[in-house]
């Protein structure tokens, strides 16, 4: 207490000067910093939201909202368009993508019952040709006779709508529409949509649809055509001739565009007509045939053990039940190499190679038959892109344009395919 006293007294007895001196020590630092005048703002704002005075707070509505979401935003049309399209992509993608694991578990369950049921039903048959009785189980008879014609009925099925082959085609439409997807959102991140490429959008899905139905029923493809055709996934591709005549100036470029460039493009459209079309039509014509003789093969060997299975009794002998027996671990063998070894699905790979090439064809001569140069694509970037889907680089394509041109000069063969990615 009695410093406290001497404390109160030297602070009563000193000046009045000095008491101002060192009140004043605290307002030296008058710089004020911008950042507790931000978060005092913030805090004033964030309450004044909070109490409900949002009309008090300053803001633009452009900062807020979106120029997708405004009626008189400066977004066309064609780009709403575009993006409604992607999202029906984006779902058919996922849809093909269900549906070929669906049908995959479709391929391995059927084959698995149906040899099961075989084999269980030509163990049965076994039996009775070598059981005591001569054959006369009535039992075995029965139940061997209900299981090959069970058999024979799934298997119908299973070669009717061939489940490896349809895993096949969702593959390929997802892959496409996958395709197709990027290609519209790279058309939106470089370029302003227009009408025409909506609609060449729209005739793209409704194309790759029809190429690659979903439903079985009344749309399905058929699994045993008289020959291979190959696949059309894309629209038809119509060249709009102009009356303007192109003169070839040596190699003056136009557009990208050169007359070596134009007979480097034709010769690579021949190549792929007299090379990889015509083998990838040869390969799929045989696995077809191979596909309808083991379809036919394992229905013929399926029904003639249920027939024989039928007629097992002591007045046959065991004959009937060896017929029965053989034919039915026959008939498993033979579905196992058409389902299991995928024949179907090899079918639709080779359909499928072939109207790649097809497509390539079909876009170089478009493109070359369209006589104004300033219309077509750029030159150097489409020599670019069928460079990169024939799996070449740009001097291999060259060198593959001349030995083609030179081989029907020589009128000999080329030995090269246009491809090295199939």
């Known amino acids: ?98 549906v070929g694991q669906q049908r995959d578990n479709w391929n ?121 055709e190959p696949t059309v996934w894309w629209p038809k591709m119509q060249s709009q001739k102009t009356n303007k005549e192109k003169y070839f100036k040596g190699k003056v470029e136009s557009n990208g565009w050169t007359e070596e460039l134009e007979m480097e493009m034709r010769e690579v459209v021949e190549v792929s007509k007299r090379k990889d079309s015509e083998d990838y039509e040869r390969l799929g014509n045989k696995a077809l045939k191979m596909n309808k003789v083991l379809a036919a093969s394992g229905l013929i060997l399926t029904g003639i053990a249920a027939l024989g299975s039928a007629f097992m009794d002591s007045s046959n002998g065991p004959w009937a039940a060896i017929v029965a027996a053989a034919a039915g671990a026959l008939a498993s063998a033979v579905n196992t190499l058409e389902h299991g070894g995928q024949v179907g699905m090899l079918f639709e790979m080779y359909r499928n190679n072939a109207g790649f090439f097809k497509h390539v064809q079909e876009s170089i001569e478009s493109t070359l038959s369209e006589n104004d140069w300033d219309k077509r694509e750029n030159g150097e970037l489409f020599e670019m892109k069928v460079a990169l889907q024939l799996g070449r680089s740009l001097s291999q394509l060259r060198d593959l344009a001349k030995k083609s041109n030179y081989s029907r000069v020589e009128g000999s063969p080329i030995d090269e395919f246009a491809s090295k990615l199939f």
């Open 108 to 228: 391995t369950l059927l084959l698995n019952s149906i040899n099961m049921i075989n084999l269980t039903a030509a163990t049965m048959a076994g039996f009775t040709a070598t059981g005591g009785h001569g054959g006369s189980d009535l039992g075995l008879k029965l139940a061997s006779t209900l299981l090959f014609s069970a058999a024979t009925g799934m298997l119908v099925l299973m070669n009717k709508i061939q489940p490896s082959q349809l895993v096949e085609e969702q593959r390929n439409a997802t892959r496409l529409f996958k395709q197709l997807q990027r290609q519209i959102e790279t058309l939106l991140a470089t370029d302003s949509p227009s009408k025409q490429d909506v609609k060449d959008a729209m005739e793209k899905v409704l194309t790759l649809d029809k190429a690659y139905p979903l439903p079985l029923l009344g749309v399905m493809l058929e699994k045993f055509p008289e020959n291979l």
């Open 1 to 98: 207490m009695a410093s406290l006293h001497a404390s109160t007294f030297l602070l009563s007895s000193s000046s009045s000067k000095q008491i101002h001196a060192a009140l004043s020590v605290p307002k030296i630092p008058s710089i004020r910093f911008s950042v507790p005048k931000v978060q005092i703002k913030g805090l004033s704002l964030e309450l004044n939201t909070r109490d409900g005075f949002i009309n008090t707070i300053p803001f633009e509505k452009n900062a807020i909202s979106s120029p997708l979401v405004q009626g008189g935003s400066s977004v066309s049309m064609p780009t709403f368009q575009l993006y409604a399209i992607l999202e029906s992509i984006a779902d058919r993608v996922e849809m093909h993508n269900n």
